[in-house]
Protein backbone atom coordinates (compact mmCIF):
# COMPACT_ATOMS: atom_id res chain seq x y z
CA UNK A 1 0.00 0.00 0.00
CA UNK A 2 1.29 3.37 -1.13
CA UNK A 3 2.39 5.52 2.59
CA UNK A 4 2.45 9.03 0.94
CA UNK A 5 -0.39 9.65 -1.73
CA UNK A 6 -0.85 12.92 -3.95
CA UNK A 7 -3.87 12.42 -5.88
CA UNK A 8 -3.32 16.13 -7.80
CA UNK A 9 -0.86 15.31 -10.59
CA UNK A 10 -0.64 19.29 -11.43
CA UNK A 11 -2.79 22.40 -10.55
CA UNK A 12 -3.22 25.59 -12.45
CA UNK A 13 -4.04 28.91 -9.72
CA UNK A 14 -4.48 32.13 -11.18
CA UNK A 15 -1.92 34.52 -8.95
CA UNK A 16 -2.10 35.79 -5.63
CA UNK A 17 -5.18 32.81 -5.21
CA UNK A 18 -5.04 30.33 -2.45
CA UNK A 19 -3.94 27.17 -3.25
CA UNK A 20 -4.19 23.74 -1.48
CA UNK A 21 -2.32 20.76 -2.21
CA UNK A 22 -3.53 17.56 -1.32
CA UNK A 23 -1.67 14.60 1.25
CA UNK A 24 -2.67 11.74 2.38
CA UNK A 25 -0.44 8.87 4.16
CA UNK A 26 -1.00 5.30 5.93
CA UNK A 27 0.93 4.63 8.60
CA UNK A 28 0.23 2.88 12.39
CA UNK A 29 2.93 4.10 14.41
CA UNK A 30 1.77 7.08 16.96
CA UNK A 31 4.88 9.18 16.29
CA UNK A 32 5.03 9.95 12.78
CA UNK A 33 6.16 13.29 10.81
CA UNK A 34 4.75 14.59 7.65
CA UNK A 35 6.99 16.84 5.56
CA UNK A 36 6.82 19.38 2.51
CA UNK A 37 9.41 19.89 0.19
CA UNK A 38 9.35 22.00 -3.34
CA UNK A 39 10.91 21.42 -5.99
CA UNK A 40 11.24 23.81 -8.80
CA UNK A 41 12.60 23.53 -12.66
CA UNK A 42 16.20 24.33 -11.37
CA UNK A 43 15.76 20.41 -9.34
CA UNK A 44 17.16 21.43 -6.01
CA UNK A 45 14.61 20.07 -2.87
CA UNK A 46 13.90 23.14 -0.47
CA UNK A 47 11.94 22.09 2.71
CA UNK A 48 8.65 24.23 3.27
CA UNK A 49 7.09 23.05 6.38
CA UNK A 50 7.00 20.36 8.93
CA UNK A 51 4.08 18.75 11.50
CA UNK A 52 4.84 16.22 14.03
CA UNK A 53 2.10 13.92 15.15
CA UNK A 54 1.94 15.09 18.65
CA UNK A 55 2.14 18.59 17.79
CA UNK A 56 -0.96 20.32 18.88
CA UNK A 57 -1.28 23.06 16.70
CA UNK A 58 -0.81 23.16 12.71
CA UNK A 59 2.28 24.06 11.10
CA UNK A 60 2.91 27.49 9.78
CA UNK A 61 5.79 28.92 8.05
CA UNK A 62 5.38 32.48 6.47
CA UNK A 63 2.44 31.81 3.68
CA UNK A 64 2.71 27.99 4.25
CA UNK A 65 0.79 26.00 6.29
CA UNK A 66 -0.18 22.56 6.94
CA UNK A 67 -4.42 21.27 7.26
CA UNK A 68 -3.63 18.28 9.79
CA UNK A 69 -6.34 16.33 10.03
CA UNK A 70 -5.04 13.37 12.08
CA UNK A 71 -8.20 11.03 11.98
CA UNK A 72 -8.78 11.33 7.95
CA UNK A 73 -4.62 10.70 7.72
CA UNK A 74 -4.31 13.70 5.87
CA UNK A 75 -2.01 16.83 5.87
CA UNK A 76 -2.51 18.94 2.93
CA UNK A 77 -0.15 22.04 2.55
CA UNK A 78 -2.22 25.71 1.72
CA UNK A 79 -0.31 28.70 0.16
CA UNK A 80 -1.48 31.73 0.69
CA UNK A 81 -1.39 34.48 -1.76
CA UNK A 82 -0.12 32.56 -4.29
CA UNK A 83 3.10 34.08 -6.66
CA UNK A 84 4.56 32.84 -10.00
CA UNK A 85 7.41 32.17 -8.17
CA UNK A 86 5.62 28.80 -6.26
CA UNK A 87 5.48 27.26 -9.73
CA UNK A 88 7.19 24.17 -8.72
CA UNK A 89 6.53 20.33 -8.39
CA UNK A 90 5.84 19.84 -4.53
CA UNK A 91 6.16 16.70 -2.42
CA UNK A 92 4.51 15.55 0.18
CA UNK A 93 7.24 13.06 2.40
CA UNK A 94 6.72 10.92 6.25
CA UNK A 95 9.26 10.08 8.19
CA UNK A 96 7.85 6.95 11.04
CA UNK A 97 8.42 6.27 14.36
CA UNK A 98 12.29 7.44 15.28
CA UNK A 99 13.27 6.43 12.08
CA UNK A 100 15.16 9.27 9.87
CA UNK A 101 14.21 7.94 6.56
CA UNK A 102 11.77 9.72 4.29
CA UNK A 103 8.60 8.24 1.96
CA UNK A 104 7.75 10.56 -0.96
CA UNK A 105 5.09 10.76 -2.77
CA UNK A 106 4.84 10.92 -6.58
CA UNK A 107 4.30 14.63 -6.45
CA UNK A 108 2.29 17.44 -7.74
CA UNK A 109 3.09 20.47 -10.04
CA UNK A 110 1.44 23.68 -9.61
CA UNK A 111 1.37 26.07 -12.06
CA UNK A 112 0.87 29.70 -11.07
CA UNK A 113 -0.72 31.65 -14.10
CA UNK A 114 -0.44 35.32 -13.91
CA UNK B 1 29.20 26.79 4.84
CA UNK B 2 28.26 24.56 1.82
CA UNK B 3 25.67 22.30 3.18
CA UNK B 4 25.65 19.44 1.06
CA UNK B 5 27.65 19.11 -1.87
CA UNK B 6 27.75 16.24 -4.53
CA UNK B 7 30.10 15.65 -7.79
CA UNK B 8 29.93 15.35 -10.42
CA UNK B 9 26.65 17.45 -11.72
CA UNK B 10 26.34 15.38 -14.37
CA UNK B 11 27.33 12.22 -15.70
CA UNK B 12 26.79 9.67 -18.40
CA UNK B 13 28.04 6.02 -18.46
CA UNK B 14 27.96 2.73 -20.46
CA UNK B 15 26.21 0.02 -19.75
CA UNK B 16 28.71 -2.45 -17.32
CA UNK B 17 30.62 0.89 -16.18
CA UNK B 18 31.21 1.55 -13.06
CA UNK B 19 31.28 4.88 -11.12
CA UNK B 20 31.18 6.33 -7.33
CA UNK B 21 28.78 9.56 -6.58
CA UNK B 22 30.36 11.72 -3.98
CA UNK B 23 28.42 13.52 -1.16
CA UNK B 24 29.70 15.83 1.78
CA UNK B 25 28.27 17.48 4.65
CA UNK B 26 29.33 20.40 7.10
CA UNK B 27 26.88 20.59 9.04
CA UNK B 28 27.65 18.16 11.61
CA UNK B 29 25.20 15.94 10.89
CA UNK B 30 24.96 12.46 11.72
CA UNK B 31 22.53 11.10 9.11
CA UNK B 32 23.09 10.98 5.41
CA UNK B 33 20.72 9.44 2.98
CA UNK B 34 20.95 8.27 -1.14
CA UNK B 35 17.47 8.96 -2.76
CA UNK B 36 16.89 8.56 -6.61
CA UNK B 37 14.50 10.40 -8.93
CA UNK B 38 13.04 9.22 -11.36
CA UNK B 39 11.18 11.32 -14.43
CA UNK B 40 7.79 12.26 -12.80
CA UNK B 41 8.16 10.46 -9.48
CA UNK B 42 8.95 11.44 -6.42
CA UNK B 43 12.69 10.17 -4.39
CA UNK B 44 12.97 6.75 -3.27
CA UNK B 45 15.61 5.90 -0.50
CA UNK B 46 18.23 3.91 -1.87
CA UNK B 47 20.93 3.89 1.08
CA UNK B 48 20.98 5.50 4.52
CA UNK B 49 23.72 5.59 7.15
CA UNK B 50 21.93 7.00 10.73
CA UNK B 51 25.05 7.50 12.17
CA UNK B 52 29.16 6.97 11.00
CA UNK B 53 29.68 3.58 10.71
CA UNK B 54 26.55 2.11 10.16
CA UNK B 55 24.66 1.96 7.12
CA UNK B 56 21.13 0.17 6.33
CA UNK B 57 19.26 -0.70 2.93
CA UNK B 58 16.44 1.54 1.51
CA UNK B 59 13.47 0.81 -0.94
CA UNK B 60 15.52 0.84 -3.86
CA UNK B 61 19.43 -0.95 -2.87
CA UNK B 62 19.75 -3.56 -5.45
CA UNK B 63 22.38 -2.25 -8.17
CA UNK B 64 24.08 -0.13 -5.35
CA UNK B 65 26.82 -0.21 -2.58
CA UNK B 66 27.80 3.18 -0.22
CA UNK B 67 30.44 3.91 2.12
CA UNK B 68 30.21 6.09 5.04
CA UNK B 69 33.65 6.93 4.75
CA UNK B 70 33.52 9.69 7.92
CA UNK B 71 30.81 11.76 9.76
CA UNK B 72 30.76 14.11 6.62
CA UNK B 73 31.18 11.84 3.36
CA UNK B 74 29.03 9.12 2.04
CA UNK B 75 29.37 7.93 -0.99
CA UNK B 76 27.31 6.02 -3.41
CA UNK B 77 29.04 3.02 -6.09
CA UNK B 78 27.58 2.09 -9.07
CA UNK B 79 29.52 -1.35 -9.69
CA UNK B 80 28.08 -2.76 -13.59
CA UNK B 81 25.29 0.51 -14.92
CA UNK B 82 22.17 -0.38 -16.23
CA UNK B 83 20.19 1.61 -18.41
CA UNK B 84 17.80 1.08 -15.30
CA UNK B 85 19.93 3.42 -13.61
CA UNK B 86 19.44 6.23 -15.27
CA UNK B 87 17.71 9.36 -13.04
CA UNK B 88 19.14 12.04 -10.51
CA UNK B 89 20.42 11.19 -7.75
CA UNK B 90 19.88 13.08 -4.42
CA UNK B 91 22.10 13.69 -1.30
CA UNK B 92 20.66 14.66 1.93
CA UNK B 93 21.94 14.97 5.50
CA UNK B 94 20.04 15.24 9.07
CA UNK B 95 20.42 15.74 12.55
CA UNK B 96 19.45 13.16 14.80
CA UNK B 97 15.76 13.83 15.35
CA UNK B 98 14.84 14.31 19.41
CA UNK B 99 11.39 14.06 20.32
CA UNK B 100 9.07 15.53 18.57
CA UNK B 101 10.82 18.36 17.83
CA UNK B 102 9.86 20.07 14.43
CA UNK B 103 13.12 21.11 12.36
CA UNK B 104 15.21 18.14 13.97
CA UNK B 105 13.76 16.30 11.39
CA UNK B 106 14.62 18.06 8.71
CA UNK B 107 16.53 16.63 5.67
CA UNK B 108 19.19 18.82 3.87
CA UNK B 109 19.67 17.91 0.07
CA UNK B 110 22.26 18.27 -1.83
CA UNK B 111 22.17 19.53 -5.65
CA UNK B 112 21.59 16.31 -7.31
CA UNK B 113 23.25 14.44 -10.12
CA UNK B 114 22.45 13.45 -13.14
CA UNK B 115 22.88 10.11 -14.27
CA UNK B 116 22.24 8.54 -17.89
CA UNK B 117 23.29 5.09 -18.72
CA UNK B 118 23.41 4.41 -22.35
Known amino acids: AQKITQTQPGMFVQEKEAVTLDCTYDTSDPSYGLFWYKQPSSGEMIFLIY??????QNATEGRYSLNFQKARKSANLVISASQLGDSAMYFC???????????FGQGTRLTINP | NAGVTQTPKFQVLKTGQSMTLQCAQDMNHNSMYWYRQDPGMGLRLIYYSASEGTTDKGEVPNGYNVSRLNKREFSLRLESAAPSQTSVYFC?????????????????FGPGTRLTVT
Open chain 2, 92 to 108: ASSVIGGGTSGRAYEQY
Open chain 1, 51 to 56: QGSYDQ
Open chain 1, 93 to 103: AMREGGAQKLV
